[in-house]
Structure formats: C-alpha cells, structure tokens
C-alpha cells in the first residue's frame, strides 16, 4: 500500500473533522428542491453545492466532501473547477462511484449495488479530475425475514471489489454497509444484523486484500426502526454501537465516518457526541459523514434564493460547527 492512502484516510479523520455528503443524484436533490419549491438545473445544483463548498471557516469543521458525477466535472460560477474550489480550502474532494442499489435477483424487496463494470476506467478519470476518495454503499432492509444471507455476502463481496479497485488507483475507499431504519424493529435486531453484516463486509475485505490503513468505514448506527415503539436514549445508541464496532471492525482501520440515514439533523448530531464522550480509547476515530443532516437547515434557509445565500451559510456553519464537536465529544 502506498502510504498516500493512510496520509488520505488519516486526514479525513482529522480531529474535530468530519465529511460533507454532498453526492446525491441528480433525482435525489430535485426532491430536495422540491421541498423548497426551488427549480432543479445544471446551474442551480452547481450555485447550491458552490454556496456550500465556499462557506468561509467551513474548513474548520470539514476533512472532505463526496461528491456527485455531475458536480466533479462542474466550475464554479467564476470558472474554477468546484474540485480545485475545495482545494483550495484544503478539503479534500471524493466521488461516489456507485451506480444505484438495483432489484436482487430472486430475493423480493432486497438489492445489491452496481457499478462494477468498467469502474476501473471511471476511476482513473475521477483521479484525473481530482478526486482522492470514494464511496460505495450497500443497502440492507431488515424484516422477519430479510437480510437474506445472499443479500449480505454480495453486498459485502461488491463492497470489497470496490475498494480494491480505487487503491489500485490511488484513492481511499469508503466502504458504506447501510442498514436501513425502515421497519419497527428493535436495537436488539439492529444490533445482531449490524454485527453480521460487518463480520460479512471484512471477511471479504480481507480476501480481497485490501489494505485496513487506507479505507474508512461508513456505517449504520446501531438504532431502533422508526416504527418500533421504544426508541432508545441516545446513551443506549452509544453504548450499542460502540459494542458493536469493538466487535467486528479490526483496529488497522482509522476512522468510522456514520452516515445519518433516517435521523433528524439533532439527533444523529446527539448520537455521535455520546458515542465520543463514553469512548476514550477507541482504536478508530469516530466522525461523521452526513448529507441531510448537514444540509437540512442550509437548504431550507436558501430557499432557492440568491438574496438567502449568506442565512444559508450560516446555517450551513452552525450545523457543520455542531458535528465538528460531537465528533470530539464536547457538544454540551
């Protein structure tokens, strides 16, 4: 392994840093739009994301930012690459090279995430363009009877082909194993499947030789569905999701980025601070690397207008701000 990736993964874990998910498709932020009644163009996106990017101090509080396809190969209103844009900042930019989590076949209601053909040549074009990170994500669905063992280990199996094929070319993988909140499921269930799903994920990790120094992982919480009845203080969340992470993911790894999933901006805020202020000695930095709960209150506060630009950095701040200190343990 060369030791740029561990420099990468390293930098993206940096203390009271976390990562911007800013990689949602082009259908996903239309219905984002949507919901502020804002029109969804080329240029639109580009202005949005580009308000974000240059929110000034946002380099304090944000290692790196996913982005999507469209926004790799876009320049700022001035001109300049919105790559080289964060950059400048020294934020880190990343890409999402998945293709969409598409129908398992013979397994009603489960997927598996595609987008390994031909990855090998995307990849080197995102080098190209400046990306020094990805993500893929895998999707699990829990039910009496779902996640299916054929669920978890192609799941786990594209997830580890992934990452060897962006260390082949330079760039650290983010391995994102989601299981999803749907359902009214207990923690104790997501508690057990997450365990599963993990212990899948780095096995294959493993035959697949990928170097642990130079991924980051991007899980879950371990959380109730948001139909189940008892829904767990975020004290429990903690205690449940660090047990789990001790249990199935190796120390080589630095750092665990969570995604938010279903949780609201504060709560998936609260759970991370938990986490930090019961947890001295983890062998892993725990950050987070959050879409909509980064980007709820900026985007609501924009509202597709120019006249909103500085509320919505603002806003924008004080969320990145906020993540920037649970990851550190010392929100409150």
């Known amino acids: 392994m060369t030791e740029s990736l561990a420099d990468i993964a390293q930098a993206l874990v940096t203390s009271g840093k976390g990562i911007l998910a800013a990689d949602e498709s082009t259908g996903t932020i239309k219905k984002r739009f949507d919901s502020i009644n804002a029109e969804s163009t080329e240029d639109s996106r580009r202005d949005y994301r580009e308000l974000l990017f240059k929110a000034k101090g946002g380099n304090d509080f944000i290692s790196g930012v996913i982005l999507y396809d469209e926004t790799l190969r876009q320049n700022a209103a001035d001109g300049t690459p919105l790559s080289k844009v964060l950059q400048d900042q020294g934020i880190i930019p990343g890409i999402k090279v998945d293709l969409g989590a598409k129908p398992l076949a013979g397994h009603d209601i489960e997927t598996i995430t595609e987008g390994l053909d031909g990855l090998r040549d ?5 080098a190209n363009l400046g990306a020094k990170f990805t993500k893929w994500r895998g999707v699990y669905k829990i ?55 993990l212990r899948s994920v780095f096995a294959e990790l493993a035959n697949q030789e990928v170097e642990l120094e130079g991924i980051l992982l991007k899980p879950n919480m371990v959380i109730a569905g948001q139909d189940c009845p008892e829904q767990n203080s975020a004290e429990e969340v903690a205690e449940r999701t660090v047990a789990t992470l001790l249990r199935c993911v190796p120390a080589a790894v630095p750092g665990i980025v969570f995604l938010s999933g279903g949780q609201s901006d504060e709560l998936a805020t609260n759970h991370l601070n938990a986490m930090n202020k019961i947890s001295s000695n983890l062998p892993w930095k725990l950050s987070f690397s959050y879409g909509r709960a980064l980007q709820a209150a900026p985007l609501k506060a924009w509202a597709g ?3 909103n630009a500085d509320a919505m950095q603002q806003a924008f701040l004080k969320r990145a701000e906020d993540n920037s200190r649970a990851s550190t343990g010392t929100l409150d």
């Open 122 to 126: 995307r990849l080197k074009d995102y």
């Open 143 to 197: 039910t009496e009877e779902t996640p299916s063992f054929a669920a978890v280990s192609a799941n786990a199996h594209a997830l580890a082909r992934y990452a060897a094929l962006a260390q082949e070319a330079g760039m650290v993988p983010i391995v994102e194993p989601e299981i999803l909140m749907d359902g009214d499921h207990d923690i104790n269930v997501c508690q057990a499947i997450s365990e599963e799903v």
């Open 305 to 307: 207008k120019k006249e």
